[in-house]
């Protein structure tokens, strides 16, 4: 079972054919399952402007604020955020999503976007830029817990001293997969239809088959703060995205 290792210096996935299988072993891992451009639809585009909504009230953005976004997807948060910050960093180990964000955000001149792929690329990036935010949304899950220390660790290259990390949407023991789908009913009711949800729950079980070969890291609050102790402060705060049962933390260095 794979999960996406961030710091791999080669990143050309080998070939499938209609089975999503090579030389008779599975080689999918969450970059190729989350490049499928499908999964980026109205609903989710929603999903992150509500997010956006909530950090706006956590943290003062403003024209001399610079923000990192962390495993930014398609770069929607740029939507968003752009406007509110001096410039916004979007960093995302799939090449297929950052030239889709790239083609998406080409008109925002203060949207820089890097191809994640190399460790020592990355220290470079931060050292040269410095971050008042660093946000990490939904994405802590999909990191190896041997690779989390060490990812915090970079990232403090590129945090000023009075910057701060929020880490949110983080799966624990008590985040099941009914918890997500009632909390998504419930926001698509709200924003959309019932007819739209059921489009979303077939699409969803049709992708059952494809995550059960996949794994993501389930993180307990004491999981993260034996992981992050002596390198930052930790404030647990209510999940501010459209599943509220999941955890969220703000870093701050010590």
């Known amino acids: 079972r794979k999960r996406i290792q961030y710091f791999e210096t080669n990143r050309t996935l080998p070939k499938k054919n209609g089975n999503n299988r090579s030389h008779g072993q599975n080689t999918m891992n969450w970059i190729d399952y989350w490049s499928d451009p499908k999964f980026f639809d109205a609903f989710y585009r ?10 706006k009230k956590l943290f003062p953005f403003n024209r001399d604020c610079d923000v990192l976004d962390f495993g930014s997807g398609p770069g929607l948060t740029a939507e968003f955020l752009s406007d509110k910050v001096n410039r916004l960093h979007l960093v995302e180990p799939s090449k297929i999503l950052l030239e889709q964000s790239q083609a998406i955000n080409k008109d925002r001149k203060n949207v820089f976007h890097f191809l994640l792929q190399d460790k020592k690329k990355f220290e470079d990036y931060l050292s040269k830029n410095k971050f008042n935010l660093i946000i990490m949304n939904s994405v802590l899950q999909y ?28 799966i624990s023991s008590n985040s099941g997969l009914k918890k997500d789908l009632l909390s998504i009913m419930n926001f698509y009711l709200k924003w959309s239809n019932a ?18 070969k996949l794994k993501r890291g389930v993180y307990t609050r004491n999981d993260i703060e034996k992981i992050l102790k002596g390198h930052y402060c930790l404030q647990w705060i209510p ?3 459209i599943c509220p049962h999941r955890h969220c933390v703000i870093l ?3």
């Open 252 to 254: 701050a260095k010590i």
């Open 143 to 170: 990191i190896p817990e041997s690779e989390i220390s060490q990812l915090f660790k970079i990232f403090k290259i590129g945090l000023k001293d009075t910057g701060q990390i929020i880490v949110s949407d983080i």
């Open 239 to 241: 999940n501010p995205t």
């Open 195 to 212: 007819l739209a949800f059921s489009q979303y729950f077939i699409s969803e079980l049709w992708k059952t088959r494809l995550r059960a």
């Open 46 to 55: 929603k999903s992150i402007e509500y997010y956006c909504e909530h950090l």
